[in-house]
């Protein structure tokens, strides 16, 4: 959907300071049923659109996890229950973790980067029959920026969940450093296992080439990229990555396409 049509913010929860969850429903017409890493552009009126990954899926119900860091985030930020946006969509590629059956899965995540990786969790934990051993690996800058905390909390009963932040606080009693060192914690065999990296590019290129020095192969990592997503159409140009546009070939894509364009020094 290229023109964007109402929703009504039905939900809202502060996780966060700057960050907040809103839940988002059709006034009338729905959009077509999204994936899990799929994007949404989302657009406060009178103030503009700006790309946001779903981080729940729940029939034609969108869940949106939105960091205030501009005019747009901002607005987005501040709706209330009641309140009206307009949605375009479904953009961009998903996680594919049916292509992941009956492999350990290994989901990294620094950040906001949580947000997109949610549902592919939510349905790795509905289906556990058909995969192997669920690794999901958290971090953040701090305590504080932790996202969904209880029901990250809940996940340990299925799945290998570990936890570690670069700034801890006195209450902190957790894993310190960056992501990368709770690798190997993780429980997987890297000849059968699938990861699902998202976060800021420094720590997606560390993660994804620690894993495929573990033994992973580059075409089961799979990683989502971030750049301006203007169109989303891929007509404008602003999300150009190399030979990418990554509203249209990502924002997923494998560590193989990602690792030539990301070594690329200001590409």
């Known amino acids: 959907m290229t023109v964007p049509v109402p929703y009504?913010?039905?939900?809202r929860e502060a996780e966060t300071p700057d960050t907040?969850?809103?839940v988002l429903e059709p006034v009338q017409t729905a959009l077509q049923p999204f994936t899990p890493g799929q994007f949404a552009m989302v657009y406060a009126f009178g103030v503009g659109d700006i790309p946001l990954s779903v981080c729940a899926i729940d029939g034609h119900r969108l869940t949106h996890t939105v960091r205030t860091v501009g005019a747009i985030s901002g607005a987005l930020h501040a709706l209330r229950p009641g309140?009206?946006?307009?949605?375009?969509?479904p953009f961009g590629t998903g996680w594919e973790l049916s292509a992941a059956a009956g492999l350990d899965l290994l989901v990294v995540a620094g950040g906001i980067g949580l947000a997109p990786l949610r549902p592919l969790v939510r349905d790795a934990l509905a289906a556990p029959e058909r995969y192997g051993r669920l690794n999901v690996l958290i971090g953040a800058r701090e305590p504080g920026d932790l996202l969904?905390?209880?029901e990250v909390r809940g996940w340990q009963a299925a799945a290998r969940v570990l936890t570690t932040v670069d700034r801890p606080d006195a209450q902190w009693q957790g894993e310190v450093g960056v992501v990368t060192t709770l690798l190997d914690r993780a429980a997987f065999d890297p000849q059968t296992a699938a990861a699902f990296i998202c976060g800021p590019e420094p720590m997606i290129?560390?993660?994804a080439g620690e894993l495929v020095h573990h033994g992973v192969d580059p075409d089961r990592v799979r990683v989502s990229l971030e750049r301006?997503?203007?169109?989303?159409?891929?007509?404008?140009?602003?999300c150009q990555l190399g030979?990418?546009?990554l509203c249209r070939d990502g924002p997923v894509v494998t560590w193989t396409q990602a690792q030539p364009l990301l070594m690329?020094?200001?590409?």
Request: positive net charge; hydrophobic residues 30%.
């Open 148 to 150: 969904y905390s209880e």
């Open 8 to 11: 009504r913010v039905t939900g």
């Open 228 to 238: 301006n997503m203007h169109c989303a159409t891929a007509h404008c140009g602003h």
């Open 264 to 267: 690329v020094r200001e590409l």
């Open 83 to 89: 309140e009206t946006v307009g949605v375009r969509g």
């Open 20 to 22: 907040t969850t809103v």
């Open 243 to 245: 030979p990418l546009l």
């Open 205 to 207: 290129r560390a993660t």
